[in-house]
């Protein structure tokens, strides 16, 4: 159903009506009494089919479901609800900072930094990698590389090599055992006060990771296929959880795939954040930097300012 732009509009505006209603209501004690006494701000935790899972300002949990004008809501978003007994009904969705989109599906909201889980077993793969990174550049989120399983490598030179590419333009790597126990704490005092997501494909182990960061949780895990060396799709919910010396992690279900599809040529180039310096000064305004003549992109590959592996996986993606 595609609205027009006065209903837009309009329901906009009953939504910061409701908004600046709770804000005042909080605010006023005398106004208790009236009508809107039950509306409240609250996060959504949450969102499992058509319900979702928000708590309130006491850190209680209600079940509600989102009035039908109201955006799809998702982990991260704060929303005014109003409680009716168990169940409650969302009617309003605040503004996002920001809203992380993957394959067209929306993810989770108000993020401040991202998480990219990779792993020895499934094996990472630099085109995954790649995209990750492109949506990170194209959202302005600052993201880092868990390299997780290492424990598992009797390879950890080349795979140090591997992502010491990465390292050189400005990506953290941090190298993990949740099994073996390795590098756990000196990523506890990396995850500050802030809106942390875990990403990456299924069976990395991102939820065993934050189990290990947040004790008592017990997220539920699972064993990768012994044949395929794939992950089972453990994780089926994104969903927020508090670390109980401050800040939030996001765990969220791998995804073997996806495509950039929501991103045009310019932006794909722009994702490759080290070639930003060599950008614009080619021969040809409309360089597509495959085969054309004196093209700086090319010419900054042929001089090892650009990795190979870097400009195969942009010639991939544009193609
Ligand atoms: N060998 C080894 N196995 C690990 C390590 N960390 C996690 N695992 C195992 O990897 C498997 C998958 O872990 P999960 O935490 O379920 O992976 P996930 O990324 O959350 O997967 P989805 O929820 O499907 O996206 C489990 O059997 C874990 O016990 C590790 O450091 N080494
Ligand atoms: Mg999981
Ligand atoms: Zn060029």
């Keep these: ?25 909080s605010s006023h004690s005398e106004n208790l009494l009236d ?20 708590e309130n300002s006491s850190g209680d949990l209600i079940q509600c479901t989102a009035r039908r004008n109201i ?38 909201a108000n993020i401040d930094e ?39 490598s009797d390879k950890i030179e080349q795979v140090k090599k591997d992502f010491a590419m990465y390292e050189d333009i400005g990506y953290p790597v941090h190298y993990l055992s949740v099994k073996a126990q390795i590098g756990i704490d000196t990523l506890t005092t990396q995850l500050d006060d802030k809106a942390h997501i875990f990403l990456g494909q299924s069976g990395v182990g991102k939820s065993s ?20 060396k794939l992950g089972k799709h453990t994780t089926t919910t994104t969903t927020l959880y508090h670390i109980p010396t401050g800040g939030d992690l996001i765990d969220s279900p791998g995804v073997r795939e ?28 409309n360089c597509a930097h495959i085969n054309e003549p004196n093209c700086t992109i090319k010419n900054a590959l042929e001089a090892g300012n650009i990795h190979p592996k870097r400009y195969q996986s942009y010639l991939n993606l544009i193609k």
């Design 1 to 25: 159903m595609s609205l027009t732009r006065r209903q837009q509009w309009r329901i906009e505006k009953i939504q910061a009506e409701r908004i600046a209603r709770v804000d005042k209501a």
């Design 35 to 54: 009508d809107t006494t039950q509306a409240q701000t609250g996060l959504v935790i949450t969102r499992y089919g058509q319900r979702l899972l928000i």
């Design 71 to 108: 955006e799809s809501c998702v982990a991260g978003d704060q929303v005014v609800f109003q409680a009716l007994g168990n169940d409650g009904v969302i009617t309003a969705l605040h503004k996002r900072n920001n809203a992380l989109e993957r394959s067209h599906k929306l993810i989770a």
């Design 114 to 152: 991202l998480w990219l889980v990779v792993a020895i077993e499934p094996h990472y793969q630099f085109d995954l990698i790649d995209r990750y990174l492109i949506m990170a550049q194209n959202t302005n989120l600052a993201i880092n590389i868990i390299v997780n399983k290492i424990e598992l």
């Design 209 to 228: 990771l934050i189990n290990q960061l947040i004790p008592d949780l017990n997220l539920r895990v699972n064993e990768i296929s012994s044949k395929s």
């Design 258 to 285: 996806f495509q950039l599809d929501t991103l045009n040529a310019k932006e794909i180039l722009e994702g490759f954040r080290e070639f930003k310096p060599f950008v614009g000064q080619c021969k040809f305004r």
